[in-house]
């Protein structure tokens, strides 16, 4: 006896049918919260005719900042050295390979939580010698409450409108068939649209430069949902 061929799965009735009607509707949420932390960029430099001495002072220079950034404590969430780089510069005119002078450069990230100490500590920084500091950059955590919140709400947006529509058609919704996280995400914050950006090359001076007063960025979080429902029919 030959077994049938296998039949393909019926795909489903995306406008439902008269005894069960669907409902297509979108949610959306977008909140304005305050961040949570916030980044700063600072590259240290140095310059010399003599390699060994370029790097010594780099190396000092490097110590220097990141002993100054440790001593913030648990205001400082997280610091890392990005790269390190020793460049010699050739002389524009002359013949052959020879050196004029060597660069180099270490680059570092500091994520901090405590924005009070954060406009001191950019302060600090830029008061050192050839040092550069970028930034603040502000953003939310990835786990925050507040990626929870927008797509609770637009979740509840999306229901609020399915169940207009039904009232509309003098019915009420029956079931959920189908919700679709479509994306709930904030805008890129490192940098983000309007950072704050800020740039400083400074060199030590003899009295200590006024702390920055740093205003943070409030983030946006924006969530959107798909969501499809049945509804009771209705009596047209």
Do not use: C
């Amino acid at each position: 006896m030959t077994t049938p061929p296998p039949q393909d799965p019926q795909p489903a009735l995306p406008y439902g049918t008269p005894d069960a009607p669907r409902i297509a509707v979108r949610g959306e949420a977008r909140l304005e919260v305050d961040p949570e932390i916030a980044r700063i960029g600072i590259t240290v430099a140095a310059r010399g005719k003599d390699r060994r001495a370029a790097l010594d002072d780099l190396t000092r220079r490097n110590t220097t900042a990141l002993d100054l950034i440790k001593t913030y404590g648990e205001a400082v969430e997280r610091l890392e050295t990005g790269s390190f780089s020793i460049t010699p510069q050739l002389k524009e005119h002359g013949r052959g390979e020879r050196i004029h002078a060597y660069h180099g450069r270490v680059h570092i990230t500091a994520e901090l939580t405590d924005f009070t100490a954060l406009g001191e500590l950019t302060t600090r920084l830029a008061d050192l010698d050839l040092t550069r500091v970028d930034g603040p950059w502000w953003a939310l955590r990835p786990d925050s409450p507040a990626h929870k919140e927008a797509r609770q709400q637009a979740v509840r947006e999306a229901v609020q409108r399915a169940r207009e529509y039904a009232d509309a058609l003098g019915t009420t919704l029956a079931a959920l068939v189908e919700l679709a996280d479509i994306g709930a995400e904030t805008p890129q914050a490192y940098p983000p649209a309007n950072p704050g950006r800020m740039r400083s090359m400074a060199y030590a001076t003899e009295d200590a430069a006024a702390p920055l007063d740093l205003e943070p960025q409030r983030q946006r979080v924006h969530a959107q949902v798909n969501a499809r429902f049945t509804m009771a029919p209705p009596q047209l």
